[in-house]
Antibody
Framework: QVHLAESGGGVVQPGRSLRLSCAAS????????MNWVRQAPGKGLEWVTF????????YYADSVTDRFSISRDNSKNTLYLQMDNVRPEDMAVYYC?????????????WGQGTLVTVSS | DIQMTQSPSSLSASVGDRVTISCRAS??????LNWYQQKLGKAPTLLIY???TLRSGVPSRFSGSGSGTDFTLTISSLQPEDFATYYC??????????FGGGTKVDIK
């Protein structure tokens, strides 16, 4: 079955960097676009970034453009999120999310999430 | 960006009640609207996509309707396991998916 397992969360100081990983299994990872979605404590869901199946297209929310970078290694079935110049407002649970194939895009599988805490 | 507005932000209901949650888009999104359920401390799960298509395995008491700018999620008879927060999401502009603010359904 589809399984997405995030790792790499933890405490990070403002202005520092952190890299999240997401190990995918149970499906052909190289055939699917992937996303990161985050949720600040007690708040709603916020889409963060998208990467196409082959990594050729990447899109970012305005709130993270120029600070976050999404990438993937299809040989390792792994998705990454490089977070640079982290801000207090980046504190959230970060979910790795598989996007359905086809025009009717939807997020059909989610990881359990990894918590990023921003604190000095 | 397309803004998604859900109402109400919270509601209290009893087991067996019919529950309706609304979601409005700031522009026409055709039927590119998805619904998710999130239980406390858990990741969201997909309920409905393309406005009205029930994901396989989701109980038939859940239904979605609407097109253009106005959409509705209906739970025909609320069950104990349905107490959760529900989010709509537009996928019309896939360069920038946006979610509604969420509707928390709790026990009256």
């Amino acid at each position: 079955q589809v399984h997405l397992a995030e790792s790499g969360g933890g405490v990070v100081q403002p202005g520092r960097s952190l890299r999240l990983s997401c190990a995918a299994s149970g499906f052909s990872f190289r055939n699917y676009a992937m996303n990161w979605v985050r949720q600040a404590p007690g708040k709603g869901l916020e889409w963060v970034t998208f990467i196409s199946f082959d990594g050729s297209n990447k899109y970012y929310a305005d709130s993270v453009t120029d600070r976050f970078s999404i990438s993937r290694d299809n040989s390792k079935n792994t998705l990454y999120l490089q977070m640079d110049n982290v801000r207090p407002e980046d504190m959230a649970v970060y979910y790795c999310v598989r996007e359905s194939s086809g025009r009717e895009a939807y997020f059909d599988f989610w990881g359990q999430g990894t918590l990023v805490t921003v604190s000095s | 960006d397309i803004q998604m507005t859900q109402s109400p932000s919270s509601l209290s209901a009893s087991v067996g009640d019919r529950v309706t949650i609304s979601c409005r888009a700031s522009q026409d999104i055709d039927r590119y609207l998805n619904w998710y359920q999130q239980k406390l401390g858990k990741a969201p799960t997909l309920l409905i996509y393309a406005a009205s298509t029930l994901r396989s395995g989701v109980p038939s008491r859940f239904s979605g309707s609407g097109s253009g700018t106005d959409f509705t999620l209906t739970i025909s008879s609320l069950q104990p396991e349905d107490f959760a927060t529900y989010y709509c999401q537009q996928s019309y502009r896939t360069l920038a998916f946006t979610f509604g603010g969420g509707t928390k359904v709790d026990i009256k």
